[in-house]
């Protein structure tokens, strides 16, 4: 049997990594949009399910030693007054061209097709989906498909045209600096600077000893800032973070703003079902989530590693529908607790200090 994926980020290498050996692992293909190398992100923090699920999906890798072990997150205020300090199961800083590089050489015999758009799907006269079309014409046939392609899902789209993504309330500015005293500094502790008026927060993480991830979070109902990299969006987090604690200073100073980004981070109000017959949802397309939690890319690796479970003894087209029907059962209850979580952590982020203490923005 054939899989094809429509998405090459993590969900999609991950679910091929995952079903090697399958009866539906053989030469799956992954059809991704963008071009091979395109930049999208600075980097994950894999949070213990997610490397368990990595475990289990590659053990040929160390995934463990990927980045910069996190084990403590320190949450301050803005001036850099320390709130709370807390440890943590390990997680992972890891940047983003290397963790998916790795998922790509797990993937191993994978077929991918580059810069190609997802258009719909062939369906029989069942309704069963047969092949996928692309927007340039062409068609690629397979047995079962998997909708890895974010939250913005054309495939989720197709085959559940009533889902709705929630509003923007909170964007995120994303970026990397480099900055050794700093990365020496922060160590493996992921530190949290928040505003006293609430709404407003950095976050810095080592991703190796020379890098540090940073992201602002802001109330895009107070601040519709900007979303284009370059000087604006310098000048616009300089002005948010102006007389912020030294860290965040030194973080700034080492970033060049033209690679940075501008997320506007929504979730996924709760599906019916993750799977239609013999396609299925998985990652963002499926369940995504605000980035609170830190839970989109753990949750993706833990969605392969469910299909590469349900689906290890499918070798027919019965088999392989009641397989994602069980896999839909088995992740929606993940769903819904990621959706309330990330919404009660929003509600937390957006109010001032006075009336709410910060929350630890991890969810395992």
Known sequence: ??????????????????????????VPV?????????????????MPNGLAALESIAPEFDW????????????????????SDHAIEPAVCVARARFLGMLRTAAGGAHFVQEAAFAGFVRNDDGRATAVTLEDGRCIEGDLFFGCDG???????????????????????????????????????????????????????????????????????????????GEALAGF??????????????????T????????????????????????????DAAHACLPFTSQGANGALVDAAVLRDVLAEVRDARG???????????????????FMEGRRLREAFLAPLSASAPAVPLVS
């Open 151 to 229: 939250a913005q899902s054309r495939t989720r789209a197709q085959l559940f045209p009533e889902a709705r993504l929630g509003e923007t309330v909170v964007k995120e500015v994303v970026s990397v600096a480099h900055a050794p005293a700093l990365a020496r500094q922060i160590g493996s502790a992921f530190h949290k600077f928040h505003d006293e008026e609430g709404g407003l927060a950095v976050g810095l993480l080592a991703e190796s000893d020379e890098r540090v991830v940073w992201f602002v979070q802001y109330d895009a109902r107070r601040w519709p800032g900007v979303t284009v990299p």
């Open 30 to 46: 992954i059809v991704e949009r963008r071009a091979a190398g395109a930049p999208a992100g600075m980097g994950f923090i894999l």
């Open 1 to 26: 049997m054939r899989a094809v994926m429509i998405g090459g980020g993590v969900g999609g290498c991950a679910l091929a990594a995952a079903l090697r050996g399958t009866p539906v692992g053989g």
């Open 256 to 283: 060049d703003f033209a690679h940075s980004h501008v997320w506007p981070t929504r979730d996924l109000h709760p599906l019916s079902s993750l799977a239609a017959g013999n396609v299925a949802l998985v990652g």
């Open 237 to 254: 987090v300089a002005e948010r973070t102006r007389g912020w604690s030294l860290e965040v200073a030194a973080a700034l100073a080492g």
């Open 64 to 83: 463990r030693t990927t980045g910069q072990r996190i084990d403590r997150v320190v949450l301050r205020t803005a001036s850099g007054r320390v709130l």
């Open 320 to 338: 392989a529908a009641a397989a994602l029907a069980l896999y839909s059962a088995l992740r929606r209850p993940h769903h819904r607790r990621m």
